[in-house]
């Protein structure tokens, strides 16, 4: 089993950055895909990145191609989603999940990732 704890959230002005981190402990935290997700009041939540075991290959939803990108530090049980140009309408919760699956695959759904953190809040002011 693996635990996650999200941080970094906060308050940003549109334009603003923000750099989100998942720190994990428990097992072999490179055994694990790791995704972040999204919900907004009222919503479903929402992929928005996931990142490999290695770190090899990476995806994002369409929204935030370009603005936001995902990375991982297996020697420090991390991963990372550093949030650029950011936008009102991507105020949420984000959460990080992990997924343990061979290397190479990536997952965009809910119900494939097993262990979620608490979430920590985002908020973009316009």
């Known amino acids: 089993q693996v635990q996650l704890v999200e941080s970094g959230g906060g308050l940003v002005q549109a334009g603003g950055s923000l750099r989100l981190s998942c720190a994990a402990s428990?097992?072999?935290?490179?055994?694990?895909?790791m995704g972040w997700f999204r919900q907004a009041p009222g919503k479903e939540r929402e992929f928005v990145a996931a990142?490999?075991?290695?770190?090899?290959?990476?995806y994002y939803t369409n929204s935030v191609k370009g603005r936001f990108t995902i990375s991982r530090d297996n020697a420090k049980n991390t991963v990372y989603l550093q949030m650029n140009s950011l936008k009102p309408e991507d105020t949420a919760v984000y959460y990080c999940a992990a997924a343990q699956r061979p290397d190479g695959s990536i997952w965009t759904t809910t119900r494939e990732y097993a262990y979620w953190g608490q979430g920590t809040q985002v908020t973009v002011s316009s």
């Open positions: 428990g097992r072999t935290f490179s055994s694990y895909a």
């Open positions: 990142i490999s075991r290695s770190g090899g290959i990476t």
